[in-house]
């Protein structure tokens, strides 16, 4: 059966501090990426990744870094977090082994993370 | 610019058909992926187009239009547990899903 997790469901920072969220997937799959979905929004492309130490940038990656050291771990870095950057976090990987992500996307369960 | 356009909330009754529409605008069309999230939890697939027509799968169906920018998911013998939010999902021309907002059914008895 397909497994995304991660590594928390709810998550409380602070200004400024650094956050580090832990997705791992458990398929081999090639493709992970990092959303963030906000309400009456649809989901934002923060980065994804096609293979192990290589990342792209989404829609969205200002103010966020992300690590790809190992194939099944795929981790969002907040450098400062910020206020606004309180939103849930969705990590999903593919298959896809020719870098296009059209294949399937499995989800993990979100992290909801709030910034005071 | 590419956008997606779908309703934000329907209600529909528990036994009944329900049709979601979407139409979209993207740079390029390689397929359309239909999710389903229900609160608090992750999407999961419901179904992919990629050639226009409807594709069956048990009480779901999807119809693409790819000259008019525009998917259907049809709901049949809804049940409560189809309150959920279902999203839209093109793949434009670099191969990216461009979400939209999402529409949330709301079933009642």
């Known amino acids: 059966d397909v497994k995304v997790t991660q590594s928390s469901r709810y998550l409380v920072k602070r200004t400024g501090e650094k956050v580090f969220l832990e997705c791992v997937q458990d398929m081999d799959h090639e493709n992970m990426f990092w959303y963030r979905q906000d309400p009456g929004l649809g989901l934002r492309l923060i980065y994804f990744?096609?293979?192990?130490?290589?990342?792209e940038k989404g829609d969205i990656p200002e103010g966020y870094s992300v690590s790809r050291e190992k194939k099944e771990r795929f981790s969002l870095i907040l450098e400062s977090a910020s206020t606004n950057q309180t939103s849930m976090y969705l990590c999903?990987?593919?298959?896809?082994?020719?870098?296009?992500?059209?294949?399937?996307?499995?989800f993990g369960p979100g992290t909801r993370l709030l910034v005071l | 610019g590419q956008n997606i356009d779908q309703p934000t909330e329907m209600t529909a009754t528990e036994g009944a058909i329900v049709q979601i529409n979407c139409t979209y605008q993207?740079?390029?069309?390689?397929?359309l992926f239909w999710y389903q999230q229900h609160a608090g939890e992750a999407p999961t697939f419901l179904s992919y187009?990629?050639l226009d027509g409807l594709e069956e799968k048990g009480r779901f169906s999807s119809f693409l239009s790819r000259s008019k920018g525009y998917s259907y998911l049809l709901l049949k013998e809804l049940q409560m547990k189809d309150s959920a939010s279902y999203l839209c999902?093109?793949?434009?021309?670099?191969?990216?899903?461009?979400w939209g907002a999402g529409t949330k059914l709301i079933i009642k008895p």
């Open positions: 993207t740079s390029g069309f390689n397929g």
């Open positions: 187009n990629v």
């Open positions: 999902a093109p793949i434009d021309s670099n191969y990216q899903l461009i």
């Open positions: 990744s096609y293979d192990v130490k290589m990342k």
């Open positions: 999903a990987s593919s298959p896809s082994s020719s870098g296009r992500a059209f294949e399937t996307q499995y």
